[in-house]
């Protein structure tokens, strides 16, 4: 009778074991992979290091250089694209996501603390090229920051990169901004 018991048992507890177990979870990304379409690029702009076409406007004054791809630190450059991640776990479920053929425009539903981005726009453009918009607003008592990001790539090679904006801090005057840059390729 104890054989049996135990035999009725150890099949109970293994059953018993495995719905205590977690379920294989996938990671699935809820928005568009900003983030590993920007490491990708951030790599092959390391790996292949062209020269860059870099304009810059502040104010009214304006800046053009070109920089050697050996002295770009793109973990800088891109930084600012960090904040374009949806797919963070706080901001899960705040976007709403309307497509059509060529565009995934994702919109806050409501405003957040937690989220930075107030919509970002992905274009599947006739040349085989992809292009992110997206705008971004922060606020604290003394700073308000509106930026808007544009970003295109075409195989894995960024063809341009535009981030431009305005910074108003507490009794100083608003500072309207461009920062450009071309790869020389």
């Not at 979870?25 to 062209?50: A, G, I, N």
């Not at 630190?73 to 904040?83: A, G, H, V």
């Not at 957040?112 to 085989?128: E, F, H, R, T």
């Not at 997206?134 to 535009?162: G, I």
Request: proline share 4%; aromatic share 8%; glycine share 2%.
């Amino acid at each position: 009778m104890l054989k049996q018991l135990f035999a009725l048992l150890i099949p109970l507890l293994f059953l018993l074991q495995s719905c205590n177990m977690a379920p294989d979870t996938v990671e699935r990304e809820m928005y568009f992979p900003v983030k590993s379409t920007v490491d990708q690029l951030k790599t092959t702009m390391e790996k292949q290091q062209p020269a860059i076409e870099q304009q810059i406007l502040i104010g009214a004054e304006r800046e053009s250089k070109k920089i050697a791809g050996q002295e770009v630190n793109w973990t800088d450059q891109f930084k600012i694209l960090d904040d374009l991640d949806l797919n963070k776990p706080v901001l899960q479920g705040m976007y709403r996501k309307d497509s059509t053929a060529q565009t995934v425009t994702y919109t806050l539903k409501k405003a957040d603390p937690q989220a930075k981005v107030n919509w970002l726009k992905v274009k599947y453009l006739a040349d085989g090229s992809q292009q992110i918009n997206a705008t971004l607003k922060s606020s604290t008592l003394v700073h308000k920051a509106e930026r808007t990001v544009e970003l295109q790539w075409k195989n894995e090679r960024l063809l341009h990169y535009t981030v431009s904006g305005l910074t108003k801090v507490i009794l100083e005057d608003t500072v309207h901004y461009q920062i450009s840059m071309v790869p020389q390729w």
